[in-house]
């Protein structure tokens, strides 16, 4: 175990939908980011909050948007999904603002969209 | 554009022996090279990292050996075992290191 936590682990949902993807950082880890995994484009950054505020963004669709609570958990929502759209996506947590000292994954939520 | 290229896609290392996996960067802004292991199910774990001022990094088995004017850095697995297969991604980041640019991933089969 990590001590990053992804639910739900697997999600199957329709095109035109919108979910969530919930992430529970490592204790004591400030920053979260989001990264999406999938056969053709590999592991992509997605988005990084460090204690509630947005840091850096990636190639996050206009579909996609995140946000970091008080409690440091994060959510990733996806909507207006497409068959493309499925993928493993990562959550990933840092003690401080970069990840000097590498990253802690969590083990992923499987979004298949049909 | 991909910044970082990795190389082979897959890899098939007969038990003691080495595995060597390549990973060539475009962008000389990079300052932070590591390598993660990432088993089926489970998500990318930090193996091995190294800095642009060292020329090689060694921890157990595991080996980083990073050429900063060819652009290039590499993973030496020694006595690989059986174990050892997985997925590996290079990676490299910038300053301020808050985004990764990760390799497209190398499969490792080591065969007893």
């Known amino acids: 175990d990590s001590g990053v936590t992804q639910t739900p682990k697997h999600l199957i949902t329709a095109t035109g939908q919108r979910v969530t993807l919930r992430c529970s950082p490592r204790?004591?880890?400030?920053?979260v980011y989001w990264y999406q995994q999938s056969l053709d484009q590999g592991l992509q950054f997605l988005i990084q909050?460090?204690?509630?505020?947005?840091?850096a963004k990636g190639n996050i669709l206009e579909r996609f948007s995140a946000q970091q609570f008080p409690d440091l958990h994060s959510e990733l929502n996806l909507s207006s999904l497409e068959l493309g759209d499925s993928a493993l996506y990562f959550c990933?947590?840092?003690?401080?603002?970069?990840?000097?000292?590498?990253?802690?994954f969590g083990s992923g939520t499987r979004l298949t969209v049909v | 554009q991909q910044q970082v290229k990795q190389s082979p896609q897959s890899l098939i290392v007969q038990k003691g022996g080495i595995s060597i996996i390549n990973c060539a960067y475009e962008?000389?802004?990079?300052?932070?090279f590591p390598w993660y292991q990432q088993f089926p199910g489970k998500g990318p774990a930090l193996l091995i990292a190294?800095?642009?001022?060292?020329s090689e990094k060694k921890e157990g088995r595991f080996t980083i050996s990073f050429n900063k004017s060819a652009k290039q850095f590499s993973l030496h697995i020694m006595d690989s075992q059986p174990g050892d297969s997985a997925t590996y991604f290079c990676?490299?980041?910038?300053?301020?290191?808050?985004?990764?640019?990760f390799g497209s991933g190398t499969r490792l089969q080591v065969q007893p």
């Open positions: 190294i800095r642009p001022d060292v």
């Open positions: 990933a947590s840092s003690p401080d603002l970069g990840a000097g000292y590498g990253y802690t």
């Open positions: 204790s004591g880890d400030l920053s």
């Open positions: 990676a490299a980041s910038k300053p301020g290191r808050r985004a990764l640019t």
């Open positions: 962008n000389t802004a990079f300052d932070y």
């Open positions: 909050y460090y204690n509630g505020e947005e840091r």
